[in-house]
């Protein structure tokens, strides 16, 4: 059949591979056209290749989604998530529950497409990792999924160095990530290919949906650069596949990618965007909105598929599925599991570390030998104390791993002790992460390790969490623990001004749903932070730490740093406990805090020092508890905190004082810019006693 466009139907429907192919592509159609929102184009085109990963390559086991061994199918171009809701319903993908329990009943059902983009149905808008099984990693964002992906071959290197032993391959997966022209625009697929290139991560692989056709049009308006070359420049392999309906050359292409060692695979995959539409083919208005009813009756027709019928099954799809990846996937993890049986009777103690990191769990005294300072005025850096305690967690916690993005000697973030070593081609178990200077990329790896259940942490200067802000909200998203560990919090490297002061980042971190923002006061607090943290399975964090020394409150006079578990916790009262103000103060004011409470006390009022490094914790505090910290009746009260004042008014009232910054700060030495910014105990002593008057 010829139709407007010149598209030749497929000649022979009958046969499987096609026929799943088809389901694949007309459930996609009419997904999108029942929900009147959605992206046809692209699943349209790129079904032969899914078909193909999935059914021919992927050693993946349907009915057990996070078998550790399996390899990772990563969807970047997250808008074309009827790819993945098609082929996990036409693989009966199962369920799997919060507590790594496989249901009895499958992850995405026919109805769940029918019910495509609609409340609570498991075939949303975009792949959310947590919400549908199968689903490796939350995309949508573009770039992410690819960026993330690196991270998941760093993870994949590092258990197998971990682990494996002599006939013991008990990690050798691959990960497989899908891409389009958006992705590879996006900077933080470019930080990413470079560093897997560096790193010559063998296990991954990058298919590229090479379309020409974006949202506003041909890639002619703004991508026209040789992007083969490009990954060449990187260190990848790179091949091509001029038909994305042709099976076995893209088949072929994958078995390169599986034999090539010492670098990563990119696939140049030539597509067509809605490959069959005879009005629609390769035009944007194929991308993103429904192809329209009598569009999909032509479109249904070049492919040989019964026009009228809708979310059409035919006889045999689900069967050639099962006889494919199902057969293929449940001997691979049989084979799997009888290894991992003679694994753990030779090597227990490594089979239980398996067991526990599957589960998010820590091991037996994985907080042993946590430093406790005491007393001294002239303290102790945030970010030194971090160091401290990194270095003890990941000696404690072998999967405990971490870098910083060139920053490390100013993070405080290496890891130092005996055999750490630095993670690279030729030291695929080294603990140190050395990024470059990569931020975003940093943190969708990072996410990508925490998806693959190792703990990990990526670090640089508060400042640039701007840079990894988009992964870091990802991570909320996923409800990953990712954590993110940075230092120079706020003007302590006062020299280096308005570029490196951090002032909005505290209030636009504590926005994100989700995330743990602590901000510890002194060094019993870092250690307080981090075993907080530590303990959260399904959280991240982000810790900001101070550059300067702060002193190290002397915890017989004032309260334990374990307060720090309710979020903002009394640090310091006056007697009776009956306070007329309270200062609320975060970091490197909780000891200016201190100063101008012990001088009001001096004064005969009776003020009370509240030391908050995490509002999230403590909003998750009853009632009760935060009834006493912040007594309702004591309106008195001023928030003390070098960053942005917006939001204190919760903790301070509408008629409450907040010493803080509305100004970017300035360059100057750090002494300069606290009596410039009025973070001197007196300030705060002045503003105390205003509240008392305006009573
Ligand atoms: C970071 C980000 N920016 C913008 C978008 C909105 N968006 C979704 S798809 C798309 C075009 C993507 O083009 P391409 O990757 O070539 O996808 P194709 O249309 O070829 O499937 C855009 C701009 C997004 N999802 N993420
Ligand atoms: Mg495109």
């Known amino acids: 059949m010829s139709t407007a466009r010149g598209i030749v139907a497929n000649s022979t429907p009958a046969q499987p591979d096609q026929l799943c192919v088809n389901t694949i592509r007309t459930l996609s159609m009419d997904a999108v ?57 036409l693989t009966a993908v199962q369920a799997v529950n919060g507590s790594y329990e496989t249901l009895g009943k499958p992850s995405v059902t026919l109805d769940d497409i029918r019910r495509f983009r ?64 958006g992705c590879l625009m996006e900077g933080v697929a470019s930080e990413a290919a ?96 429904p192809l329209g009813e009598e569009e999909i009756r032509l479109a249904k027709r070049s492919y040989g598929w019964p026009e009228q019928e809708k979310f059409f099954v035919p ?67 945030g970010r030194e104390a971090s160091g401290k305690v990194l270095n003890v967690l990941a000696q404690n916690i072998p999967w405990f791993l971490g870098g910083s993005a060139d920053l490390g000697p100013s993070n405080k973030t290496t890891l130092t002790f005996p055999g750490a070593g630095d993670f690279q081609a030729d030291n695929p178990g080294g603990k140190n992460l050395h990024f470059g200077i990569r931020e975003h990329a940093m943190a969708a790896i990072v996410n990508g390790l925490s998806l693959s ?15 990894a802000r988009p992964a870091i909200r990802l991570a909320a998203v996923m409800e990953l623990p990712s954590l993110f560990v940075f230092t120079h919090d706020a003007m302590g490297d006062g020299e280096d001004g308005p570029t490196h002061q951090p002032v909005e980042h505290l209030a636009s971190l504590r926005a994100i749903p989700g995330l743990t923002t602590l901000r510890p006061g002194d060094a019993n607090e870092v250690v307080e932070a981090y075993r907080y943290v530590m303990q959260r399975r399904h959280e991240p964090a982000v810790l900001a730490l101070s550059r300067q020394p702060l002193p190290t409150l002397d915890r017989s006079k004032y309260a334990p740093a374990s307060g720090v578990a309710q ?64 007594p309702p009746n004591v309106t008195a009260r001023v928030a003390v905190e070098q960053a942005s004042t917006f ?49």
């Open 567 to 630: 979020g903002a916790y009394v640090l310091a009262d006056c007697p009776g406990g009956n306070p007329e103000v309270i200062i609320i103060a975060s970091g490197s004011e909780v000891s200016l805090a201190v100063e101008a409470h012990e001088k009001l006390l001096t004064e005969g009022i009776r003020s009370r020092v509240v030391s908050m490094p995490s509002w999230d914790i403590f909003e998750h505090q009853p009632q009760a508890y935060r009834d006493s910290v912040l």
């Open 647 to 695: 939001g204190w008014e919760r903790y301070v009232g509408t008629s409450g004082q907040v010493v803080g910054m509305n100004t970017f700060g300035a360059s100057a030495p750090l002494k300069e810019l606290q009596r410039k910014f009025g973070f001197e105990p007196d300030h705060v002593v002045g503003a105390a006693k205003q509240q008392l008057r305006r009573k």
């Open 33 to 89: 056209q029942q929900a009147n929102s959605g992206h046809p184009g692209t699943p349209m085109a790129l079904a032969p290749l899914v078909y193909t990963i999935w059914n021919r390559t992927l050693r993946f086991d349907p009915e057990n989604p996070i078998w550790p061994n399996r390899d990772r199918f990563v969807l970047s171009n997250g808008h074309a998530s009827m790819l993945l809701w098609s082929v996990l319903h």
């Open 453 to 467: 259940k190792l703990r990990a942490f990526g670090a640089t200067f508060f400042i640039f969490s701007d840079y």
């Open 315 to 381: 006889k045999g799809v689900y069967e050639h599925f099962a006889a494919g990846i199902g057969q293929r996937g449940a001997a691979a993890r049989r084979k799997w599991l009888q290894l991992f049986d003679a694994y753990r009777a030779k090597y227990p103690d490594l089979a239980t570390e398996i067991d526990l990191l599957e589960r998010r769990e820590l091991p037996v005294g994985w907080d042993r030998n946590l430093p406790a300072f005491s007393a001294d005025p002239k303290g102790l850096a």
């Open 194 to 289: 470079s560093l897997a290139g560096h790193l010559g991560l063998d296990n991954l692989c990058w298919v590229y949906d090479n379309n020409h056709i974006t949202i506003e049009g041909s890639t002619r308006l703004a991508f026209t650069e040789d992007v083969e070359t490009r990954f060449l420049g990187y260190g990848w392999n790179v091949l091509r596949v001029g038909d994305a309906n042709d099976l076995e050359r893209i088949e072929n292409a994958l078995d390169i990618f599986r034999r090539t060692k010492g670098r990563p695979t990119f696939i140049v995959l030539d597509s067509h965007i809605g490959y069959g539409a005879p009005h629609k083919q390769d035009t944007a208005a194929a991308h993103g909105e």
């Open 118 to 181: 609609q409340l609570d149905s498991k075939a949303p808008g975009h792949p959310e990792y947590h919400w549908v099984s199968g689903v490796e990693t939350t995309t949508g964002p573009l770039g992410q999924g690819v960026a993330t992906s690196v991270g998941m071959a760093i993870a994949e290197k590092w258990l197998a160095h971990h682990f494996n032993r002599p006939s013991f391959e008990i990690f050798d997966y691959n990960i497989y990530a899908v891409c389009g022209d």
